[in-house]
């Protein structure tokens, strides 16, 4: 089975609105990321986020690491948000190689 | 600048051919890695390297190696390439858990 769940698929907001982006692990977890892709864009790393909560400007970060889960909160959401963000678990066996979620398309109107 | 290059943005080429794309880091990491991430946008680990270490997803194909000059550069060379392969290919590096990654480079494979 998928090892790291992200959910919802997909997320349409108007500009203005809060989003909240999930991220599930099926086994324990070492270290997670999260990431900001844009159509054709590279992969910006939003967050390291291994536990706790990490906050920049309207991005929050919490990672659970008992319920093995993370989730990545955006306030006040705007245009130049839209895009595909990614949650990222390390594989384990100390080679730090990251097993990715599918991603949440999120999609900012105006 | 600091970051992770990569060369070149885009490849065409036919079935069959060989490719070598090339990816260099500015940011004094050890560990670098290549991911491919296919036309679903999923992300999937294919090489770890670190001056100690090569570390190879068990899913790559033989047909596929990395090719280090030094800790800076992690190359991918594909021997012979088939239509499964088109994809864009990122580079990233670490020097613990976080990792930064390249722009990629998008093949095609006709």
């Known amino acids: 089975g998928q090892q790291v769940q992200q959910s919802p698929t997909s997320l349409v907001l108007q500009e203005g609105e809060n989003a909240e982006l999930q991220c599930n692990f099926s086994t324990s977890l070492n270290s997670m990321q999260w990431f900001y892709q844009r159509p054709g864009g590279s992969l910006i790393s939003v967050f390291y986020n291994p536990s706790g909560t990490k906050q920049s400007g309207r991005l929050t970060s919490t990672t659970v690491i008992k319920e093995r889960r993370s989730s990545l909160h955006i306030s006040s959401s705007q245009i130049t948000d839209s895009g595909t963000y990614l949650c990222a678990m390390e594989r384990g066996s100390g080679s730090w190689q990251l097993i990715f979620g599918s991603g949440t398309q999120l999609t900012v109107m105006p | ?110």
């Open chain 2, 1 to 110: 600048e600091t970051a992770v290059f990569q060369t070149p943005n885009y490849h065409v080429t036919q079935v069959g051919n060989e490719v070598s794309f090339n990816c260099k880091q500015t940011l004094g990491h050890d560990t670098m890695y290549w991911y491919k991430q296919d036309s679903k946008k999923l992300l999937k680990i294919m090489f770890s390297y670190n001056n100690k270490q090569l570390i190879v997803n068990e899913t790559v194909p033989r047909r596929f190696s990395p090719q280090s000059s030094d800790k800076a550069h992690l190359n991918l060379r594909i021997k012979s390439v088939e239509p499964e392969d088109s994809a864009v290919y990122l580079c990233a590096s670490s020097s613990y858990a976080e990792q930064f990654f390249g722009p990629g480079t998008r093949l095609t494979v006709l």
